[in-house]
């Protein structure tokens, strides 16, 4: 199972806002100063999609108006990534259209976690963010970050972020986790 988190897109933003948020909420998160300036966005290309790499977006996707109230946005999927922390997470804003079945429609932006601790934190900043420059709450469906549903961004990045800083990233990174649900240390699987 995939992790991951949304929120409902209740307020127009650009997405290179929501991205340099996502950077200062990491460095803030983990008391990493030098987080902020290492966020980059890639393609969600096909191969990438794979598990293989993908270039830089172009300006003009970074500068595209998230806007819940135009008819006409096609959506945007994009990765971020730390390169040198061995971190990404998916990014994906789409508007759900009224059905029976889905009682939740609208615009939404999801995060979805790589399968690396680092890339845990990561993800969790970007639906901060996200929500933050969405107007809307982070939505924990399957209860990773709280006991609550639904979560303000602020208060559960206030809750998450660690007090001081710490010795090394891993450290800090664990400090975060360690009050989630998630695992904070993954069994290494070596290939036969």
């Known amino acids: 199972m995939a992790i991951e988190w949304n929120s409902r ?28 300036r290492r966020v980059e966005v890639r393609e969600a290309s096909m191969a990438r999609l794979r598990g ?6 172009a300006p003009s996707v970074l500068g595209q108006r998230v806007d819940p109230f135009h008819d006409r946005f096609a959506g945007v999927d994009v990765y971020l990534e730390i390169p040198d922390w061995d971190a990404a997470a ?18 939404f932006a999801w995060v979805t976690s790589d ?11 970007a639906t901060v963010a996200l929500a933050e420059c969405g107007d809307g709450e982070v939505v924990d469906e ?6 609550e549903r639904l979560n303000p961004p602020a208060e559960l990045f206030e809750r998450l972020r660690v007090p001081a800083a ?27």
Request: hydrophobic share 40%.
């Open 90 to 107: 998916l990014v994906g804003v789409s508007q759900y259209e009224p059905r029976t079945e889905d009682p939740e429609t609208g615009m």
């Open 9 to 36: 897109v209740n307020r127009a933003f650009v997405l290179r806002d929501a991205v340099d948020l996502t950077g200062v909420r990491l460095a803030e998160l983990l008391g990493w100063p030098d987080a902020r």
């Open 166 to 192: 710490q010795e090394s990233l891993d450290a800090a990174v664990d400090a975060v986790l360690a009050k989630t649900r998630l695992l904070r240390r993954y069994p290494r699987v070596d290939a036969p």
């Open 142 to 147: 399957y209860g990773y970050l709280s006991d």
């Open 52 to 57: 293989g790499t993908s270039g830089p977006v």
């Open 115 to 125: 399968r690396t601790t680092v890339s845990h934190a990561l993800a969790i900043t």
